[in-house]
């Protein structure tokens, strides 16, 4: 079966060639923030993956050529996105390894065991809805700001699928830190390794990584800070 992009998407070579990647023009495309969360994100051999808001697959795609998880299922409200990724996992043969689910992931406490997976990931909204310019594009707003989704919810699923230790990574704006840590922790996600990501030394903060650990012990480990681009 060939898989070719159709006259509204864009297919992409990445990580050294490994992978392709279809992605709309015009409508929400992954960026920098997918990559910097993929290169921070720990699993180990055989661990099952929850990817919540894959968008067009890129972290389950990415991950599976760089760990030996057993498997990923990446969750998308977008039908569009979901297509998107369930095509991407076709044309780089992955189908063995990652499944696509086109679900709301408020609805997934209806439909997933509690505690089913080692790992949750989230590249969630940025913005609290009604705040900040909303993009025309209706799929690029979903995937900015909290219009199908609060981050409270995000945090409370997240916290249902995964077991006693079971991990969670998310990258997330630095100026609410505060708003993710307080969720965090009220869901027993205790946050345990932190990395800040600057655009530039000397400006401030953009993101930040985080690693949190479900029913764990008060330990948060700072790790280096990230620049993104030297100093010119």
């Known amino acids: 079966m060939i898989l070719l992009p159709s006259s509204d998407e864009t297919l992409d070579p990445f990580f050294e060639g490994k992978l392709q990647i279809i992605q709309k023009k015009r409508g929400y495309r992954f960026s920098v923030d997918a990559i910097l969360l993929s290169q921070f994100i720990k699993i180990r051999r055989n661990e099952r993956v929850i990817d919540l808001g894959t968008g067009c697959g890129i972290l389950p795609l990415l991950l599976s050529c760089s760990t030996k998880a057993h498997s990923f299922l990446g969750i998308e409200i977008q039908k569009e996105l979901a297509e998107c990724a369930k095509k991407n996992v076709v044309l780089n043969t992955l189908e063995n390894r990652i499944s696509i689910l086109h679900q709301d992931l408020r609805e997934l406490k209806k439909t997933l065991p509690a505690g089913s997976f080692d790992v949750v990931l989230s590249n969630p909204p940025y913005r609290k809805h009604r705040t900040g310019r909303i993009n025309p594009s209706m799929e690029k707003a979903i995937a900015r700001h909290e219009i199908k ?84």
């Not at 919810?153 to 077991?163: F, W």
């Not at 969670?168 to 996600?189: H, S």
Request: aromatic share 10%.
């Open 149 to 232: 989704g609060t981050l409270q919810e995000l945090i409370s699923i997240a916290s249902y699928l995964l077991p006693p230790k079971g991990r969670c990574y998310l990258i997330f704006p630095a100026i609410r830190m505060v708003d993710l840590f307080v969720e965090l922790r009220g869901e027993k996600l205790e946050p345990k390794r932190l990395q800040f990501v600057y655009p530039r030394m000397g400006e401030e903060a953009k993101f930040l990584l985080v690693e949190s650990i479900k029913t764990s012990g008060v330990e948060l480990k700072l790790m280096p800070p990230l620049f993104l681009h030297e100093t010119s």
